[in-house]
């Protein structure tokens, strides 16, 4: 075989040979100056290939640096989202876990009085009350869990856990269920009104608000705030807002950008007072409007836009938080700065709840827990009772104390002195504690809003006066100064904080 190959190949060369030999010179130069012009071709692509390969190794680099870059975002974004989150729990474990020998930093929660709470307020300038359940009871709205929670629901022999019934995937599967149980609730709750806790807040922010605006809050570069942070869905802190502030009820008008959110109230976890479109195709998606007066089923309840099936104005657990529903965004920018938090009726089971609470006590800002089964175990201030019992007493006496804060600013006129001295002679001091009753001169029973507003735009038609002239006048014309009046804005209560309050 392989002599054979052999001379089959000598046969080829000799044949090419051959025809080489007889080609003529210009032939041979046609030949050699074709095989220049295909050398240079081919120069010219290799040329063109590693022109190319350049090009693609260049492309390749930019890639390369542009995945590096992202890369080092993503590690960036990811440590900062890992760091966040062993924040948050090891903020948590601090919160909530009692004996943790490891942790020296945090103080165990203690109990305060009201009065101490009170004073917290003191020159504070963003102030959030966080509320829950709790403060609903007194309305006749049961808790979701704990003692005196409603019952589970129960249908054909099943009973469903709040967890697995109250969420957007079980309305989508199980309608019918989901609707029964949701017009009980919506049945027990309708006709209940706001309670005295619901109310004495919004009195409080309202009179924050006063000062805000008002000419001797401006003078003094004192700008209060108070914002009202819920996660019930009962719609009741709205309803002692519109009650306290009928002039300013426009949310509720169908046609204002800002239909169905209370100015003053945050509800993260929406409000059962509303249904809202559930189709995302609809330009009308996620509007919010108020149930049919009359309806024979839930079927009823559509959208008028898209006429498909609506869904209750309200946040499930299997959902997420999001600005345009909740104002979460808003909420989180407005309360980045506050300086005091008061938890008020909830076992912060939320994620909003917890996670606020949490970073408030790393923060050290003080947080007063107003609860009948306080849950805050580190870092906490304790007020323990029922909301409808301590919260209307706190805020009666922030209320007093801020309308000191108020007198003191400005150089009394000798008519006001006459008038001031005899509400201190009348009025009877709703206190308990003697340390504080030996400190406050200006105790006034009187703490209706009507009479805040009177006093406020009073002392603002007046114009503030610094304490230095305060004294000089008194000084100057020979009166007796007015030290009891500015001690009784600095009661000697001796807090001992792991806080900022301390330092
Ligand atoms: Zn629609």
Same mark, same amino acid.
């Given at each position: ?32 100056? /074709? ?39 993503? +590690? ?10 062993? !924040? ?45 359940? !709790? ?187 999001? /600005? ?124 209706? +809003? ?54």
């Amino acid at each position: 075989m392989e002599q054979t190959d052999n001379s089959n190949k000598q046969t080829q060369q000799q044949e090419e040979t051959k025809d080489y030999r007889n080609c003529s010179y210009e032939e041979v130069m046609k030949m050699i100056e /074709e095989t220049r012009l295909n050398c240079q071709r081919t120069m010219q692509i290799c040329n063109q290939s590693i022109q190319s390969i350049g090009e693609s190794i260049k492309t390749v680099n930019e890639a390369k640096q542009n995945i590096d870059g992202f890369f080092d975002q993503y +590690n960036q974004a990811m440590n900062s989202l890992c760091e966040k989150i062993a !924040g948050s729990f090891s903020g948590m474990s601090r919160c909530f876990l009692k004996n943790e020998n490891t942790d020296k930093e945090f103080e165990d929660s203690r109990q305060i009085t009201i009065q101490e709470g009170a004073q917290l307020f003191k020159d504070k300038k963003k102030v959030v009350f966080l509320t829950g359940a !709790g403060i609903s009871v007194a309305s006749g709205i049961p808790t979701f869990r704990g003692v005196g929670a409603a019952p589970l629901f129960e249908k054909d022999g099943v009973t469903y856990q709040n967890e697995e019934i109250s969420t957007y995937n079980f309305m989508k599967n199980k309608p019918d269920i989901f609707w029964e149980r949701n017009l009980i609730f919506l049945g027990g709750q309708l006709g209940k009104k706001y309670n005295v806790s619901h109310l004495k807040i919004q009195q409080l922010v309202n009179q924050y608000k006063q000062i805000k605006t008002s000419q001797l809050g401006k003078q003094n570069a004192y700008q209060p705030q108070a914002v009202i942070v819920t996660q019930n869905t009962d719609g009741l802190h709205c309803q002692a807002f519109n009650e306290l502030n009928p002039r300013e009820t426009n949310y509720m008008n169908k046609d204002d950008p800002q239909y169905g959110f209370c100015p003053d109230v945050f509800e993260v976890h929406g409000s059962k007072t509303f249904l809202r479109c559930d189709n995302q195709e609809c330009k009308d998606y996620d509007k919010k409007f108020l149930y049919p007066q009359k309806y024979n089923s839930y079927k009823d309840f559509i959208c008028e836009t898209c006429k498909t099936q609506a869904r209750p104005n309200v946040l499930y657990f299997d959902e997420s938080y999001n /600005e345009k529903n909740y104002r979460i965004n808003t909420l989180k920018e407005l309360t980045s700065d506050m300086d005091l938090l008061i938890s008020i009726g909830t076992q912060l089971d939320t994620g909003y709840a917890a996670q606020t609470v949490s970073s408030a006590v790393q923060q050290k800002i003080p947080v007063i827990e107003i609860s009948l089964t306080p849950v805050i175990q580190k870092g906490g201030l304790t007020l323990k009772g029922k909301a409808e019992e301590v919260v209307p007493q706190l805020c009666d006496l922030v209320m007093e104390l801020n309308k000191q804060y108020l007198q003191n600013k400005q150089l009394p006129t000798p008519q006001q002195k006459v008038a001031t001295k005899s509400i201190a002679q009348k009025s009877q001091n709703p206190l308990k504690d003697q340390n504080y009753k030996s400190n406050s001169s200006l105790q006034s029973t009187n703490t209706s +809003n009507s009479s805040i507003s009177t006093k406020v735009s009073t002392n603002s038609a007046k114009p503030a006066v610094k304490p230095l002239n305060q004294n000089q006048a008194n000084t100057k014309t020979n009166q007796k100064p007015q030290v009891k009046q500015v001690s009784s804005t600095k009661p000697n209560v001796k807090i001992g904080l792991t806080t900022k309050e301390k330092k």
